[in-house]
């Protein structure tokens, strides 16, 4: 009898303590001075924080160089994107302003929770740095506090990535313990001896739990989970301004949208004029990116009313022109299908005739039409000819070369968005922009080298045959 009313002393203590770990925020209070914690939402504000890092490393000088003359200067890019350098450096400016767009919403929604009214005005005060320049707030940071910050925000993601791991583990734990006390109940009536080694099993389960909770503790004191809406918004605020100042001073965007206050933001190694080296020679920055006197004049050069002209002209730039892969909404499809292409291509000896005919129900209609061109008359030849095969397959690795990692890119774009979305933002991200995959590439060029990479495949895997038949004949022969 006393052991059944520990064990459900253990239940009870359990599921109350333990319910009180999973609630996530803190439970209404009545209105005082202690300011709302954001709670389990830490974790999506991590997940802003981790993006927001990104962003600021790919702005550095170091990304920037890489930028321009690695990701701009890809062949493929050049070969079926654009050869135009100002074009491609302006998607990926607008491919940050899209990514810096969507933070600054997520952070719009917890400004309304904040206290402080100008944090609760925060997408206006953006809206209005992003069309004149103007930080009435400050909430642009010189570049050494910026990298205060961004060490600070480091830390935040880190402790709650390492939260979110132990909060886990907790569960496991708490399942763990109650399929144990199920388990007891049922076995009531066993032995002694089964009754006491299960009960110390139970004492042990509960023990790590307390250890648990204790860390859970710990680590959420550590993180943002703890931290005030108004507090993390404004860390959050003085990111994005931040980022968004760089932007504009990397890509040169000050001689529209005026920065008031360009000189607290970089070292002396400008990384505006490694983007536009014609512009200063010197690579150096030495005042603001305006006149005064034609500040006036610039404000009205566009119409900045709307408090998202700023994004909404970057985001035109982000629509794919319709003859392009993305306006067909076959990028993805085309990069698997180039995928599949240069495996079998590496190992011709490999495919099937199951496989080709996989391959060629991938492709679409237009491709049919021009390999079938291609290859009337062919399939009536025999593809025995050594040096030909070799030549083919010298073409086929040029090809592979500047398209392939068009293709690669392409998956590892939309897997990163896909994981994104399922897994509260907290992903390793690369540094692969839309101009360095398929999406803007041109249809009828991308095409063009599918269709001679099917032409080539075809012959090298006729070879292939052709030469294991004669061996296999010539095997038979000597037997």
């Known amino acids: 009898m006393a052991l059944e009313t ?32 954001v709670g389990v939402l830490a974790f999506e504000i991590a997940g802003l924080m981790s993006k927001l890092l990104h962003l600021w490393q790919s702005l550095s000088d170091k990304d920037v160089v890489r930028l321009r003359n690695e990701s701009v200067s890809l062949e493929g890019v050049r070969k079926i994107v654009s050869n135009d350098e100002a074009f491609l450096l302006g998607l990926a400016c607008a491919e940050m302003v899209e990514s810096l767009r969507h933070a600054a919403r997520a952070v719009g929604v917890l400004s309304k929770r904040c206290e402080d009214l100008n944090l609760q ?12 320049g103007r930080d009435s707030n400050h909430w642009s940071l010189s570049y050494k506090d910026m990298e205060i910050l961004t060490k600070k925000m480091d830390r935040y993601v880190t402790v709650t990535t390492t939260l979110h791991r132990e909060m886990e583990e907790l569960s496991v734990l708490e399942s763990s313990l109650r399929k144990s006390l199920q388990l007891h109940e049922q076995q009531h009536d066993s032995s002694s001896l089964s009754l006491s080694a299960k009960e110390q099993k139970i004492i042990e389960l509960q023990q790590k739990i ?20 108004d ?28 920065i008031v206050n360009p000189s607290s933001l970089p070292r002396s190694l400008s990384a505006s004029a490694t983007v536009h080296p014609s512009e200063n020679p010197h690579h150096f920055i030495s005042g603001p990116l305006r006149s005064p006197q034609r500040e006036d004049q610039r404000k009205n050069d566009g119409d900045d009313s709307s408090a998202n002209a700023f994004f909404e002209s970057n985001s035109k730039l982000l629509k794919p022109p319709p ?48 390999l079938r061109a291609r290859l009337r008359g062919v399939g009536l030849c025999r593809a025995g000819d050594p040096g030909l095969a070799s030549e083919w397959r010298e073409a086929l690795t040029r090809i592979l070369g500047w398209l392939a990692p068009l293709a690669h890119n392409m998956i590892k774009w939309q897997s990163e968005r896909s994981i994104e979305q399922q897994n ?44 294991t038949a004669k061996a296999l004949f010539a095997c038979t022969n000597l037997g």
């Not at 009870?12 to 300011?35: D, E, M, Q, W, Y």
């Open 6 to 37: 520990w064990v459900i002393k253990v239940k009870t203590a359990i599921s109350h303590g333990l319910h009180a770990v999973k609630s996530g925020a803190p439970h209404p209070k009545p209105l005082g001075n202690k300011r709302q914690s």
């Open 121 to 132: 005005d925060f997408e206006w005060f953006l809206g209005e740095f992003a069309n004149t």
């Open 210 to 229: 307390m250890l648990q909770k204790q860390e859970i503790k710990c680590l959420r004191e550590k993180s943002s989970w703890n931290r005030s809406f």
């Open 231 to 258: 507090s993390v918004t404004l860390t959050l605020a003085r990111s994005i301004f931040t980022n968004l100042a760089r932007i504009k001073l990397v890509f040169g965007l000050g001689n529209r949208y005026i």
């Open 323 to 370: 003859t392009t892969l993305g306006a067909a909404a076959l990028a993805l499809h085309y990069a698997n299908l180039i995928i599949v292409m240069e495996k079998m291509i590496k190992s011709p000896q490999l495919v099937g005739a199951d496989a080709r005919d996989d391959l060629y129900a991938m492709l679409p209609s237009s491709v049919r039409l021009a």
């Open 424 to 467: 509260s933002n907290l992903v390793e991200r690369t540094s692969v922009y839309l101009l360095q995959t398929l999406y803007f590439a041109n249809t009828e060029k991308t095409e063009a080298a599918i269709t001679e990479l099917l032409v080539g495949l075809n012959y090298i895997w006729r070879f292939e045959r052709e030469m």
